[in-house]
């Protein structure tokens, strides 16, 4: 498996990580209000103004199973880290990364996790499609650090840390 590749792990007590990598994109302008995406297309229009990765290195439905069920605990904490690298870097590290920023969300039980091409954060509680990762989240794409969002557009690396909490 290459390094754009998934990781899947287990981190703490109960909390279950999937780790995707991306990179950014000249179109990246992080402006949407009330979603955060990335794609595993390796392409990206000025429209896609919730998109901040492309050639994501998979997608819900490649998760693992025990993942996707945490998720669908509506009490579950679901957090994802962006970290993002310096533009030309190979890879974001997760533990000293260029820039980096958090949005908080929450598992439900109506996430389907299946689908094969984009992953969706939402502030909203819609989960009527196969994409969104959580909903309830406390911030979307506009919310990003904009240094961060200046290192995307400038075609950045992006690792994606998504850990889900649990209830109980």
Known sequence: MSDAERESDAVGDDALVEVVHATGHEHVTAEHASTV?????????PAGDCIVGVDAGCAPRDFAPEFR?????????????????????????????AHVDEIVGRGDPDLALRDDRSLVGRTSEYTDDERTIFVDGDGA???????????????APLTLRLAVEPSG
């Open 69 to 97: 069920e945490s998720c669908r605990d509506a009490d579950a904490t679901i957090t994802a880290t962006f970290a993002v690298g310096e533009p030309g870097a190979d890879i974001a590290d997760l533990v000293d990364p």
């Open 141 to 155: 794409a506009a919310d990003l650090d904009r240094d961060l969002v200046a290192a995307l557009a400038e075609g």
């Open 37 to 45: 995406e990335l794609t595993t297309d390796d392409w990206l229009t």
